[in-house]
Structures are given as C-alpha cells and as structure tokens.
C-alpha cells in the first residue's frame, strides 16, 4: 500500500494522462474538484474550464494562421519580384543590357538604396557597371574567402567593405552579399541599406535564386 506522503502531484497527473476513462468509473469525483478560472481566479466548472481552455487555443492556432498568410503574401510578392528580374535579364540581348537590366530592378522593384556588381576576376569583355577589384587588398581577399557558391550572405558590414565595395557611402549601415559563380566565386552582386535591413538571420532563398540566375546569365563572361 502507498502511503499518503509518497503520492505527489506528479503521480496523480501522470496516472490521469495514462488513464482518460478515469472519470468515467468515477464521476462523482467532478463534483468535488475546484477548477480555477484563468483569468479571474474563480473556481469553474470543468466544463467551462474547458470552453475556457478551446477559446485560448483557438486563438492561438488562429494567430499562426494570420501569420502563415502574411508570410505567404509577402513570399507571393517577393516571387513575382523575381520573375519580373528574369523576364529582364532573358530579354537583353547583350551582357550590357543584362547588366543594365540587373541595376534597374535592384534599384526600381526591389527598392535597394546601395548596389554593387564586382568581380575579381577579368571579364572577356569590358561591361560597364562591373567593376574589378584588386585581390591583393587584405578586405577583398577576406571577403572572397568568405563567399561560397549558393550561399548569401547578410548582415553588418565592415568599414573596409562598406568603403571598398560602396565607394566610401557612409549611409551603408547593413550589405547582402550575392555569391556569383557555379563551382567558383567569380564575382558579388552587393546589396546595401541605410537601415538594419538585411539581417544575419533574413531568409536567403530568394536570394540564391536571383544569384543562381545572375550567375546563368553572366557566367559565360568569366
């Protein structure tokens, strides 16, 4: 026999989750129990304690929803963002007009204040609007070790990035790196703001996508 002073709390709820049809063999057991309201601290019936208890939870899975649709709406317009993108670089019919085309919806749809096309390596043509940077600067090196293929980057920039890559602009408070190149990083699309706007923890997906289709249509140029 179990004495009083070994049963807890824990043993009794545990048994109650292992056993559902409790009550069924003893219901004149809810007569006796005292249910506290949430809110107002009276005690309730366990029926209302119940209502109580789907209400809060329905509110809950309610707010997730809200949630899932805003990120659904906003993952819908960012798409048709990128399919504008593509449809501009497919149309150009010369690196130049790609790179126009890039420079243009960076600037016009995706609303970015700051935004930089370079490479470290020597294009088999010259295209205005990349721009070549040395790889014997300590910065440059760092920041090509750092980039992978398929991987943006986000978050603060370092005063020597921000000056090497933005030309000195002061306003540049955080950068989104686009890696470009398929088995090498040839090159970066650099995206800046004034604002903390491209965090570390941004969701990169569409990133690599517009990367991925940069990559496709300048590639051929490295």
Known sequence: MIKADEIHAEHVANYLAHNPEFFH????????LSIPHPSSGKAVS???????QLREQKEKLQDEVDSLVDIAGDNGRLLHKVQQLTRQMMAAETEQQAVDAIYAQMRDVFKV??????SW???????????????RQDWVKNLRETLQPGKPVCGLIEEKWKTGLFHGES???SVCCL????????????LGSPTDRFQPDLGTYFLKVMAELITARLNRLF
């Open 46 to 52: 366990l029926l209302e304690r119940q209502v109580w």
């Open 113 to 118: 204040d700051y935004m930089t096309l370079v």
């Open 25 to 32: 063999v003893f219901p004149n057991l809810l007569d006796k």
């Open 121 to 135: 390596e020597v294009p088999r043509q010259g295209i205005q609007g990349i721009s070549q940077l040395g790889v």
């Open 179 to 190: 890696p470009l190149g398929w088995d090498r990083v040839w090159g970066v699309l650099a």
């Open 171 to 173: 306003d540049v408070h």
